[in-house]
DNA sequence: AGCATTGTTTCACA
DNA sequence: TTGTGAAACAATGC
């Protein structure tokens, strides 16, 4: 369920684990994942080169490695492992090998996660957990749209998916469907305010799935606040929970 | 069987 | 120009 905070774990992990660890050999075989590379594009930029730094901005991560950029991206169900053996069934869709045995590898069911060199970050905006206080006004509290949809925007804030811009929403008790523009300035702020801290906490607890909204969501789920019974329906395309009595 | 799903991109359309 | 809604992508789970 990879959000902001999964991103940001997986950064960690290969920050604490793999770092200044040479690359042997590359599997980028998975043309799809690896899209728009062709077979041993990949491999031919980063065998002999060294893992040197991790990177995150929203849910994009990238590494350097002395030369091209290897950026990866977690999809809707990808995560990055290291050291560990290969999954079964293929669901290591891109890994590297270093010259001490280790590996590591992104590991992702679905196949919806992508490995890239030299990543597009221009179409980002800045990252959800960091945008100043103006920056964040400014980028999110504008357009005619609902306020939800404008927190998926990547390019208004990078790293809110569906799952914490419900929390962050219920959290500043904001309505998912008023229109982004028409929020005063306190309410942004303090919509800045909850997604920092579901952000962090979700960090914390190990991912957006254990959001105080979001483990009450099904099947009948209540307001852990309030106890009244959640509203749900599309917004911005996307399932939405709410709390109809808090979130005005 | 049919529907849902954490993300992104593209498209037709208003 | 903005925005919306749907479809596509892949694969799994209920």
Known sequence: ??????????????????????????????????????????????????????????????????????????????????????????????????????RLALRDKRRLGRAVLEPDLARLGPDAAEASRPDFRA????????????????????????????????????????????LSEPELDGLRRAVRAATRDAIRKGGVHTGALIVERLPAGRCPRCGAALATGKVGGRTTWWCPREQG
């Open 1 to 102: 369920m990879p959000e902001l905070p999964e991103a940001e774990r997986a950064r960690r992990v290969i920050e604490e684990r793999a770092l200044r660890r040479t690359i042997a050999a590359v599997d980028d075989s998975d043309t799809y994942v690896c899209r728009p590379h062709a077979p041993g594009q990949i491999a031919a930029a980063l065998v002999g080169r060294r893992l040197e730094s991790a990177h995150r901005r929203g849910k994009t991560l990238w590494a350097e490695v002395g030369g091209p950029v290897l950026g990866l991206h977690l999809g809707m169900a990808g995560r990055v492992v290291v050291d560990e053996g290969p999954a079964p069934h293929g669901w290591d869709r891109f890994a590297l090998e270093f010259d001490d045995g280790g």
């Open 139 to 182: 980028r999110v509290g504008r357009g005619a749209g609902p306020i939800k949809a404008r927190l998926l925007d990547q390019s208004a804030i990078a790293g809110v998916g569906n799952l914490l811009a419900d929390e962050s929403l219920w959290r500043a008790g904001i309505d998912p469907r008023r229109p982004a523009g028409e």
